[in-house]
């Protein structure tokens, strides 16, 4: 990879910077002691980009999907790492060069890439319906085999999913539902709509509404409870006509509103509510439930965002625009009004629940965070926290200065019961170390340390999102035992 492109954009150096490579490692070293009763897999999905950017400007959400999997039993650990072999990825390892301009920019991208959809698949990973899927928000999952992680294809659901699925559906694991959206599902060039999905325990789509939003945005995420559905429209506008003219794709509009839409979960386009709130900037939630008959929301927000730059290509500076862990109360039939409430102040991001428990009552969150670099999506999360979110107690552990701390996630212990009955798993690569570590602590005593980490002998770079299926799990036995 030129090294002059690299040193363009801090997301394709230090932590960032690409490995390029494959690995198969079959019994990784393990400091400290396993669990034994912390058995199943660990998935990762991150960007690295198969080649240098042709544009100035790299963005962090553009890269090809790379998935590494770690395979727990028995206090060993295996680890494999693939690329997702979208349609992009061999259009462009065929030509042996970057053909799409980054995030899909049409007036960047190589007319031979005309035809081909910009799919990188790099943002999450999950098991539903018995099939391992990456996902990105721009085009259908793609299908990797759960255990090599060779490349299947996309996954339409019949064709039902032709265009966009988003990166962040619900598994609402006491239904076994996956519930879905499909943002500017009809193409950026068209009418603002996105496309809601009902999809069954065992992969089968059961409802499909088209509904009209207010303007086209980047919708990362919705929030989905026992009896409704939440989809938020911020202020980011994704505007393809304004890319063509060469400015900003997506981009942040100075004082316009936020605007949630409310639907009963079993409803329809006809029964949305849309109301306005102050401006915010919301991509990720730990989770959200109802309590006395309001839609509790527990999210990472700011009042403004430092990942696009404004319409007039202002950017904020991320200490501006820092989230915090906050609670949204919504009263999805009466005064059309948003409560707020911020729960702890750090600096974090990915804040994420006991996945069992989503769309439910929970009171753990948690999350990585920064304490002392200036911006922590370039230089790293240097910590990671879990918040009781019933007491506003705080229980953190920092990795040390420089250090990148990935997605925390929660992993049941074999059997387990109760919320966050098990252990918290992430990837930190320290300041300076030739490796990086799967670090796992005691969920409910994150302040103490790792318990245990599978070192991998090289630097992994910082990626997106993770997930964790224990071997008990009905998820995993669909998967892995057909």
Not at 13 to 32: Q, S, Y
Not at 78 to 102: A, C, D, I, Q
Not at 288 to 304: H, L, N, Q
Not at 422 to 428: D, W
């Amino acid at each position: 990879m030129d090294a002059t492109l690299i040193r363009e954009s801090p997301f394709l150096t230090g932590h960032h910077k690409p490995n390029r490579m494959e690995v198969d490692a079959p019994d990784l070293e393990i400091r400290g002691q396993l669990p034994d009763d912390l058995a199943g897999v660990f998935y990762r999905n991150g960007a690295e980009p198969l080649y240098p950017p042709t544009d100035e400007d790299y963005h962090w959400f553009d890269g090809d999907g790379m998935v590494y999997a770690f395979h727990i039993a028995d206090g060993t650990v295996s680890m494999r790492n693939r690329w997702v072999r979208t349609e992009k990825f061999l259009l462009e390892r065929g030509h042996g060069r970057r053909l799409f301009g980054v995030l899909g920019n049409p007036m960047t991208t190589d007319p031979a890439a005309r035809g081909t959809r910009y799919n990188t698949a790099n943002t999450n990973v999950i098991i539903h319906g018995g099939k391992l899927l990456a996902l990105m928000e721009g085009a259908p999952p793609v299908e990797l085999d759960p255990r090599t992680l060779d490349t299947i294809g996309e996954h339409t659901y019949g064709g039902v999913v032709t265009s966009t699925f988003s990166a962040h559906p619900t598994l609402d694991q006491a239904t076994g539902q996956l519930v879905n959206i499909g943002q500017a599902a009809r193409g950026l060039g068209r009418e603002a709509v996105i496309r809601y999905d009902v999809i069954d325990f065992d992969g089968n789509p059961i409802k499909t509404e088209w509904i009209d939003m207010p303007h086209m945005t980047l919708m990362h995420t919705f929030f989905l409870t026992e009896n409704w559905v939440v989809f938020p429209v911020m202020p980011l506008e994704m505007s393809l006509a304004r890319a063509m003219s060469g400015g900003p794709m997506v981009a942040w509009v100075p004082d316009r509103p936020t605007k949630l839409g409310v639907m009963p979960r079993a409803g329809g386009a006809d029964d949305v509510r849309w109301f306005e709130v102050e401006p915010r900037h919301m991509l990720h939630e730990a989770n959200v439930w109802e309590s006395d008959g309001k839609i509790v929301a527990d999210v990472a927000a700011a009042e403004g965002t430092a990942l696009f730059p404004d319409i007039h290509g202002n950017r904020a500076t991320h200490r501006a625009t820092q989230q915090s862990l906050r609670r949204w109360t919504i009263d999805p039939t009466g005064a059309s009004s948003l409560n707020e409430k911020i729960l702890n102040d750090r600096d974090i991001q990915f804040p994420r629940p006991d996945d069992r428990l989503m769309a439910a009552p929970s009171r753990h969150a948690f999350a990585n965070s920064n304490l002392h670099s200036v911006d922590g999506r370039a230089d790293g999360m240097d910590s990671v926290l879990r918040v009781d979110t019933a007491t506003g107690a705080e229980d953190l552990y920092h990795f040390g200065p420089g250090a990148a701390a990935g997605e925390l996630i929660f992993a049941p212990r074999v059997g387990a019961a109760g919320d966050a009955d098990g252990y918290a798993l992430t990837l930190v690569h320290r300041d300076g170390a030739p490796e990086t570590e799967l670090v796992v602590f005691d969920a409910l005593d994150i302040a103490a340390g790792p318990i245990a980490s599978a070192v991998i002998p090289f630097r992994v770079p910082s990626g997106f999102h993770c997930s964790y299926y224990s071997a008990d799990s009905p998820l995993y036995s669909q998967a892995f035992d057909r």
